[in-house]
């Protein structure tokens, strides 16, 4: 099955979920999600103080914009502030970060 037709709506109504993999406080709203491919667009959530040790690097394309707040790359030694975007090919890697305020990014990743 591919993605769910969705027109129109307030995400609000879609509670956070713990982000698997990603220490406390990395949380998801699943926008729109299609498990069989391995395609999916979701808001991220990051809560004040959060930080990750681990370089990161995923199977899949990803795109990312930071929506509000602020994210640094402690290996790039990058500030990621609101507006910013990204997109990642398979196998890039990234990370690790932290983040001091919070942070909300729209996530959208697909083969």
Known sequence: MGKEEKEFFDPKDIPWEPVDGYPKGVYKKPLSVDK?????????????????????????????????????????????????????????KHGPWITKNGVIMLEVRYK
Do not use: F, Q
């Open 36 to 92: 069989v491919n391995n395609v999916w667009t979701n808001l991220i959530k990051w809560e004040p103080g959060t930080e990750t040790h681990e370089i990161l690097a995923h199977d899949t394309w990803e795109e990312v914009w930071i929506i509000e707040g602020e994210l640094y790359d402690t290996e790039k030694k990058l500030s990621i502030r609101k507006g910013m975007y990204t997109c990642r090919p398979p196998g890039m």
